[in-house]
């Protein structure tokens, strides 16, 4: 077996460009427990997201999990498929798609787009193969995940660098560690939230709701409980609302192990009997809607705040396509790109380097 993947066919003419990958967390093809299951391996069986020791976690995952989780789940994804397919992919491939027209009328043709996912099709591999067919010589890989955690963040990292070494023409590399306290992404949920409350009326109380992770990551140094702190108090600020009116959760736990708290189910139980009347709840960790969101919080959580005596409880989609997001993150790549970037004469730059390049290498004989 080669030791370096095949590279793309060498053209002279070929224009230099800078690529930008953009990496959501993945999802199975299916809403089926055939589809889930080697999804689920895929994603359980990483030890950043699982940190247990191998020997220990392999014989639970292959001997108690994948047998019979999978039909679980698979209820749990039925109930929010789409005609087009899973939300988290809709959703994923659609910001790509408004990312590529945003930079595109600001930069021309120097710039290229896509879409991976960590876990599933399609696969960083295939980004990145796209990304140096297309002539990206510089590529910014972009997590989305605004608030940076190692069985998130890292993991994406992990899999660039894995592929990077396969590689025999490898591109100039960038990653975006982290955003959760960038003003435009800040901004971007507080419209999100404004707009439900034109919509739907003010609520009376405000949930953050988001991702948890073993309480040991923090104390371990992992920064993502700070970075969702911060998030919080920084849209809290641009709402403008007070100490008692809004809350920052976690949700998913999973195992027996103690996880960052408050735990969101636990929160809303809570709220319910403090009667906090209409309850807003809103995910910022998630920048695209998916299982997450759409059944366990805007399902699941609605039903435990309402049996539990709450009045009212509205879900706030999260960013998805909305253009407040997307101007967002065309704004934070283009300083995440800088020296990468030229004027507003790229195109043509482009061109005239293009052409430059093929004239020089029939000067000097070159068969292409």
Known sequence: ??????????????????????????????????????????????????????????????????????????????????????????????????????????????????????????????????????GCERILTVPLYPQYSASTTATVIDEVGRVFASLRNQPALRTVRSFHDDPGYIRALAAQVRKHWQENGRGDHLLMSFHGVPRYTLDKGDPYHCHCMKTGRLLAEELGLPADRWTVAFQSRFGKAEWLKPYTATMLETLSKRDAGKLDVICPGFVAD???????IAMEGK??????????????????????????????????????????????????????????????????
Not at 97 to 108: F, I, M, P, V
Not at 290 to 296: A, D, I, K, S, V
Not at 304 to 324: A, M, Q, V
Not at 338 to 359: A, D, V
Request: charged fraction near 25%.
């Open 290 to 296: 998916c299982l997450e969101t759409l059944e366990e």
């Open 1 to 134: 077996m080669p030791r370096f993947a095949k590279e793309p066919e060498f053209r002279h003419d070929q224009a230099s460009r800078t690529g930008i990958l953009l990496v959501n967390l993945g999802t199975p093809a299916a809403p089926t427990a055939k589809a889930i299951r080697p999804w689920l391996k895929q994603f359980l069986s990483d030890p950043r997201v699982v940190e247990i020791p191998r020997l220990i976690w392999l014989p639970i995952l292959h001997g108690f999990i994948l047998p019979f989780r999978p039909g679980k789940t698979a209820l749990k994804y039925a109930a929010i498929w789409e005609k087009e397919g899973s939300p988290l992919a809709i959703w994923t491939e659609k910001q790509a798609k408004l990312l590529k027209g945003w930079l595109g009328e600001r930069h021309g043709d120097t710039l290229r787009v896509c879409h991976a996912m960590r876990y599933g099709q399609p696969s960083i591999s295939e980004g990145i193969a796209q990304l140096k067919a297309a």
């Open 303 to 368: 039903e435990t705040y309402l049996s539990s005596g709450g009045s009212e409880y509205r879900f706030i989609p999260c960013l998805n396509d909305s253009p407040e997001w997307i101007n967002a993150l065309g704004m934070m790549l283009e300083a995440e790109l800088s020296g990468w970037l030229t004027n507003g004469k790229s195109t043509e730059i482009t061109k005239n380097l293009s052409e430059q390049r093929l004239l020089l290498a029939k000067a000097m004989g070159a068969p292409k």
